[in-house]
């Protein structure tokens, strides 16, 4: 989550996010919350928090912001296309896995999620929309704890 960061509020939101993740989600706002004023920085939107980042392509810091989602005729006709609403968590878990796809190092990472939650679909999606020029070896392993 701050791997990647270039300014103090982009690594206060990463750290927030990181730890968050571990956090019921009741208490994950307010303890992000504390993160930015403990290092002295404000998010985007003190009511989304954990949405701030700082964007690079205008300089300045940023929140995810929904977007609603254009469908053509041809993708509401193919009933068999999964298609994926990039709500701002989805947005969220882009921002994370696209820079370790494109690192030259390509380091191992786990997703980890209850059995339905669309961990299949993000990872789908992030491939697609990176260039074909990469080439992936994907390992998933399926585990229960029923």
Do not use: W
């Not at 964007?55 to 810091?61: A, E, F, R």
């Not at 030259?104 to 697609?128: E, R």
């Amino acid at each position: 989550h701050t791997r990647n960061a270039h300014t103090k509020l982009d690594f206060a939101a990463g750290l927030a996010r990181a730890i968050c993740g571990f956090l019921q989600t009741s208490v994950q706002d307010s303890f992000a919350l504390e993160v930015f004023r403990m290092v002295g920085e404000k998010p985007v939107s003190e009511e989304h928090p954990l949405d701030t980042f700082y964007d690079d392509s205008i300089k300045s810091p940023s929140s995810i912001q929904f977007r609603q989602p254009k469908f053509s005729e041809s993708e509401g006709a193919n009933m068999g296309t999964i298609l994926l609403i990039k709500t701002a968590e989805v947005q969220r878990i882009f921002r994370h896995l696209r820079p370790l796809l494109e690192a030259d190092d390509h380091p191992p990472f786990f997703l980890v999620g209850p059995t339905g939650c669309g961990k299949s679909i993000i990872l789908n999606s992030v491939f697609d929309e990176l260039s074909t020029d990469r080439s992936f070896k994907v390992a998933s392993i399926n585990c229960s704890a029923q």
